[in-house]
C-alpha cells in the first residue's frame, strides 16, 4: 500500500504537468505565411494609393484584379485603374481597355476601350501600340487606316517588339511602293532569316551593307519614351 500511494502521486503529478502545460500552435506553412505578408503588403499600398500615389494606386487595381493580397474585385479594380489612368498611367490605361472589352468589374463598351488602348499607346505602352496597329489594320472598332496601322508598327518595333518588325516587313513588302530595303531591315531585327533571305536576293550589295548598318546601330532603349 505505501509503494501504491508514492506511484499514484506521481502519475497524478505527470498528468497536472501535461494538462497544464500549453499546446504548441502549429507554424504557419510557407504559403500561408506568403498569402499573410501579401495581406499586410495590400494594407500598406492601399494606405498609399488613398494619399494619392499613382504607382501604389495602379499596384491596389491589379492587386483587386487578380485578387492578391485581398480578394477578387473587379469593381474595385476599375476604381483604382480608373484613378492611376487619371494621373497619366499607361498600364492602368490598358487594363482598362482590356476590361471595357470584355466587360470586366464595368459594363462592355468598346468605344471606352479603345480611348484607354489608344492613350496607353501614346504614353508608350508596347502591347497597346501593338494592338493599335492591328486595330487600325484591320478596321476593328474603328475604320481601317493603312498610315495609322505602318505607324503604330513602326512605334512598337521600335521598341524593340518582333511581331511589330516582322509586320512592317511585310507591309514594306506588300504596299503600293515597296520597299525592299526597309522590308530587309525590320525582317533582320526580328531576327526572320527566312524572309531576310529571300528579300536579300532583290537587294544590292550597297543596299544590304546600308541596311546592316542601321541594324548594327538600332537601339530600341533609344525610342522608348
Not at 476601350?113 to 499607346?121: D, E, P, T
Not at 533582320?188 to 529571300?198: D, K, P, V, Y
Given at each position: 500500500m505505501n509503494r501504491v500511494l508514492p506511484m499514484a502521486l506521481s502519475w497524478l503529478l505527470l498528468l497536472g504537468i501535461l494538462v497544464s502545460t500549453p499546446v504548441l500552435a502549429k507554424a504557419p506553412s510557407a504559403e500561408e505565411r506568403q498569402l499573410e505578408l501579401l495581406a499586410i503588403w495590400y494594407e500598406i499600398r492601399e494606405g498609399v494609393a488613398a494619399k494619392g500615389d499613382v504607382e501604389a494606386k495602379f499596384d491596389v487595381g491589379e492587386a483587386n484584379y487578380h485578387g492578391r493580397g485581398t480578394g477578387a474585385d473587379h469593381a474595385k479594380a476599375v476604381h483604382w485603374f480608373s484613378r492611376a489612368a487619371n494621373r497619366g498611367h499607361a498600364q492602368a490605361h490598358y487594363y482598362l481597355g482590356y476590361m471595357h472589352a470584355s466587360g470586366l468589374g464595368v459594363s462592355t463598351d468598346p468605344e471606352k476601350?479603345?480611348?484607354?488602348?489608344?492613350?496607353?499607346?501614346e504614353l508608350g505602352h508596347l502591347e497597346a501600340q501593338f494592338y493599335m496597329a492591328v486595330a487600325y489594320e484591320g478596321g476593328h472598332g474603328l475604320q481601317a487606316d493603312p498610315i495609322a496601322a505602318l505607324r503604330w508598327y513602326r512605334v512598337a518595333a521600335e521598341q524593340g517588339d518582333p511581331r511589330a518588325q516582322n509586320r512592317l516587313g511585310d507591309l514594306y513588302i506588300r504596299g503600293n511602293e515597296p520597299n525592299l530595303e526597309e522590308a530587309y531591315l525590320w525582317y533582320?531585327?526580328?531576327?526572320?532569316?527566312?524572309?531576310?533571305?529571300?528579300?536579300?536576293?532583290?537587294?544590292?550589295r550597297s543596299q544590304i551593307a546600308s541596311a546592316d548598318g542601321r541594324v548594327r546601330a538600332f537601339s530600341p532603349a533609344t525610342f522608348q519614351r
Open positions: 476601350s479603345l480611348q484607354h488602348y489608344l492613350r496607353a499607346a533582320s531585327l526580328a531576327g526572320n532569316g527566312e524572309r531576310i533571305a529571300e528579300v536579300r536576293k532583290a537587294l544590292t
